[in-house]
């Protein structure tokens, strides 16, 4: 199962704030870089809940793929400590809010089957144990030894680490079956004890392993007790995932509901119609249930997947004599004929669904009676419609199931509309507290006020005005007037033939119909036309990247009116390669944009030159910052060195036999090294062996106390390499013409840069992005100029316009002079380092020839340019003429 777009964007996001943090030991201003380089610079602060400790949130809504996520997050996670700490082992601690999702998480975790584990054993080359509590309270299969050699997931609920009952203070109790993790120093090691507990506890096991702790549905841990809890695992890091984020998380991604709604993930938006008793709305549900059924038998002889649509009828507690309870239900579906083998109640108390896989083809549950039972823990993709039963006067509300009808099944678009939104039938008096009750279970499940639709023949007069904003859709004409309450659940109102009167409808448009099938019919007719539109709307969402809830904490700069048509009229040329796109009708002539990972496929590093002198190595090892006094402790512990951890491990390498030492320090380089992406990393591992390979034992023992600058001398070479390779094929490519220019960056309304430059003359957006001091004035001098009509200080990292060739480059700014030249501009101060000045400008003059009279390319220094390049005195000359 791959990651689908916005559940990679999680773990980017994630990768993104760990090399922050690594480049910013403070948790603080880590946290507030992170934000700042995506232009969000009204960030709340960081929380240091768990002093010393990254604790991060990912929001992710309902349905999202929340458990997935995580399990991705795991190696980029565990990888980013492995390099301060080589030996550190790799426990998670899984922690979940309640027994019914304790049992489901160790369920698919376990099954070699299942996309989770097969996920991990592919990330961790099959080396996983998944453990409960009892688990490693018995040692079972749960040693030293064994924590070293793999990954070690412990699944664990909150409760359990609460010592309320003889069970839990196990956890805190001398244990014998953990003795291999005693190691004899414990006295010297008091400070990472948790006291007045034996070591031998569990509770200080896990603490000695520092574990990377996971917090499944963490709005549930947000009491002080729970972040007591927290604390006394000791976590070396924190990673939280909800769609309802509390006050205190330091949320570092955000996942729009629209997205789950483009990838299939959800049946949105949820219809909700109202009507006039509780008779009502059962006939309604079996009748579209009936519907969408025969819908779905039609779908699947085309060729789609199997669906069996459920009705969850929520009923009332066992209170007093009220006829809604489940067991009145169930015996009112039996006397409409409903079989009953296909009615199935799920309470507190009875659970008819255990064991039963609702998935299967051969399952014939279509209709499933709660109470609420099913608030978490429990979903199935194939549940379509939510008809509430429930005295309003109730405890009970919408907002506790709603989730559980949220779910695509199959996670796949379905040929028609209907099979891919979701229903919800009730009979309210008091409609507008039942919308709200549906608002509140979607801003639940990490949904807005925005993702349903309102259909209401029930409402008086005065309650008919729309509901935040959203439509309200009078299906018959006029008003019937309120709901008219029921003591007793009178079904003689449903039509026995509620069954053939509903697949006449679906299939024969001229059969009479009674008036519930003429209301059901009403509501599939407009959600048809909500869906389109709903849809819509996630395509077009699909092109933003600011969440909603950061659009008011975003620096956002707009385009000046002045140059605004101009700007957004312009493309500048971009590389772009010509490709086949295959068939019988194939166009010689397609064009798509060209990355510079096309030019390195071919690239075998393993095979280049591997000759590289570390005689000028600095002798450096990993920063140590010590830890930041003040500020709330915020310096972060996973980022500090382990330096007595790394002289042991270091010491059992040097042991080894040469051959042990070379695969052994291959592997500690080339995991430094990283993702070098097209590269494969056999090449990468292949390529570094023969370097290791030609190492004296000096050398090999230098190599391990110095590996990181070892490593930014290997990777130079290989950027070297690369860079050569890349440019004779992007050469070869131009020369016979199968890669040409063509119009296609455009200007953004808004920009959202990191940081602000002071105000300028001529800036193309109302405020432009930070700038150093050099650029600073030759911008200003530039600006000075009579011929300059306005200039643009370009962004960065993938928000900028590139010149995409043999290397990414992004140039300082863009400028248009009166006359209508275009002139990309890149600044180098005399005292940079301008190793791939060369470059830049070798491709900056390709693109200008390439482009057109119109667009010129210009390297500025102040006064020592390389060859090609241009003198501040002499570029202000030329572009004063242009």
């Known amino acids: 199962m791959e990651l689908k777009p916005y559940q990679q964007s999680v773990i980017d996001d994630l990768a993104t704030y760990l090399s922050t943090l690594e480049q910013t030991p403070h948790l603080g201003k880590a946290y507030k870089a992170f934000w700042a380089e995506k232009g969000v610079t009204g960030m709340d602060e960081y929380k240091n809940t768990v002093p010393g400790v990254p604790h991060v949130c990912a929001k992710v809504p309902t349905a999202g793929g929340k458990t997935y996520i995580a399990v991705n997050a795991l190696k980029t996670i565990l990888d980013s400590f492995t390099a301060h700490s080589p030996e550190r082992p790799q426990l998670v601690v899984w922690l979940v809010p309640s027994l019914t999702i304790l049992e489901q998480t160790i369920k698919n975790l376990s099954d070699p089957e299942h996309p989770y584990r097969s996920r991990l054993n592919q990330l961790f080359k099959g080396r996983v144990a998944i453990y409960e509590k009892r688990d490693l309270l018995m040692g079972a299969g749960f040693s030293a030894d064994t924590v070293r050699e793999q990954l070690s997931v412990v699944v664990m609920s909150f409760d359990s680490l609460r010592a309320r009952n003889k069970d839990d203070r196990k956890i805190y109790q001398d244990n014998g079956y953990l003795a291999s993790f005693l190691t004899g120093a414990e006295e010297q090691e008091a400070d990472w004890l948790l006291p007045d507990y034996d070591a031998s506890a569990l509770i200080n096991v896990i603490r000695r392993l520092k574990p990377l702790v996971v917090v499944d549905e963490s709005h549930n841990a947000e009491t002080t007790l729970s972040v007591e809890m927290l604390v006394n695992l000791n976590p070396h890091f924190i990673l939280d995932l909800t769609a309802t ?501 455009g200007f953004p309304s808004i920009i959202t840069p990191s940081s602000n430059a002071p105000a300028l003359p001529k800036s193309l957006y109302g405020t432009e992005a930070a700038m150093g001091g050099f650029e600073g004035r030759v911008i200003n001098d530039i600006a000075n100029l009579d011929s300059i009509q306005w200039w643009h200080r370009n962004l960065s990292r993938g928000k900028g316009f590139r010149i995409n060739g043999f290397l990414n480059h992004y140039p300082d700014f863009i400028l248009k002079t009166k006359s209508g030249k275009i002139v990309v501009l890149e600044t180098k101060g005399d005292d940079r380092d301008n190793t791939d000045s060369e470059l830049k400008l070798r491709l900056g003059k390709l693109w200008e020839s390439k482009s057109g009279g119109s667009f010129k390319y210009m390297m500025v220094f102040d006064n020592n340019p390389v060859d090609g390049a241009e003198r501040l005195s002499d570029a202000l000359k030329k572009l004063g003429q242009l």
């Open 245 to 745: 984020p509390k006050k205190n998380s330091n949320i570092i991604s955000y996942v729009d509901a629209m997205a789950l709604k483009r990838y299939h993930m959800v049946k949105l938006p949820v219809i909700v119609a109202n009507q006039t008793s509780r008779s009502e709305v059962i006939e309604s549900a079996l009748i579209l249930r009936r519907q969408l059924e025969e819908i779905a038998i039609s779908e699947e002889k085309k060729g789609g997947r199997y669906i069996r649509p459920i009705v969850l009828f929520q009923a009332q507690p066992r209170i007093g004599d009220d006829n809604t309870t489940y067991e009145k239900i169930k015996e009112k579906l039996v006397e409409l004929k409903i079989p009953a083998e296909q009615i199935k109640i799920k309470t507190a108390d009875l659970n008819e669904l255990k064991g039963i896989d609702l998935m299967s083809r051969y399952c014939p549950v279509r209709y499933i009676i709660t109470v609420n039972a099913l608030k978490e823990g429990w979903d199935c993709p194939f549940a379509y419609v939510l008809a509430s039963l429930a005295d309003k006067s109730s405890a009970v509300d919408v907002e506790q199931i709603l989730g559980r009808v949220l779910r695509m099944p199959h996670v796949q678009q379905h040929g028609h509309d209907l099979l891919n939104l979701s229903y919800v039938f009730t009979a309210s008096s008091r409609f507008m507290d039942t919308i709200q009750s549906v608002v509140r279970a979607l801003n639940r499940a990490g949904f807005s006020d925005n993702d349903y639709r309102t259909f209401d023949t029930a409402a008086p007069a005065e309650e008919t005005k729309p509901f935040n904003g959203q439509a309200m859709f009078d299906l018959a004409g006029t008003l019937i007037g309120p709901t008219v309450t029921e003591n007793e659940l009178d079904m003689s109102a449903v039509s026995h033939e509620w069954s053939a009167a509903a697949t006449a409808a679906a299939l024969d448009a001229s059969a009479p119909i009674t008036e519930s099938v003429a209301f059901v019919e009403a509501v599939k007719a407009q959600a048809v036309v909500q869906n389109k539109e709903f849809e819509e709307k996630a395509e077009a969402a699909a092109d933003s990247v600011v969440p909603v809830e950061l659009e008011d904490k975003m620096n956002k700069h707009k385009l000046k009116e002045i140059f605004r048509d101009d700007a957004l009229a312009l493309k500048l040329p971009q590389f772009f390669i010509r490709v086949q796109t295959g068939g019988w009708f194939d166009d010689d002539n397609a064009l798509q944009l060209f990355e510079r990972d096309e030019l390195l496929k071919d690239f075998k590093l393993s095979q280049a030159d591997g000759n590289i002198s570390f005689e000028d190595v600095a002798a450096e090892m990993y920063r140590v910052d010590l830890e930041q006094l003040g500020d709330h402790n915020y310096a972060p512990k996973p980022f500090k060195i382990d330096a007595a951890g790394r002289a042991r491990f270091n010491s059992i390498i040097l042991t080894g036999s040469r051959e042990s030492q070379v695969r052994n320090v291959t592997a500690r380089l080339a995991h430094l090294i990283g993702n070098l992406y097209p590269i494969t990393d056999p090449e990468v591992n292949k390529y570094v062996e023969r370097i290791v390979e030609t190492m004296s034992p000096e050398q090999i023992r230098d190599c391990l106390e110095r590996d990181v600058a070892y490593v930014r001398k290997i990777k130079q070479k290989i950027t070297m390499l690369a860079n050569v390779h890349a440019t004779k094929q992007f050469n070869d490519l131009l020369d016979i013409d199968k890669i040409v220019v063509q119009p296609q960056f």
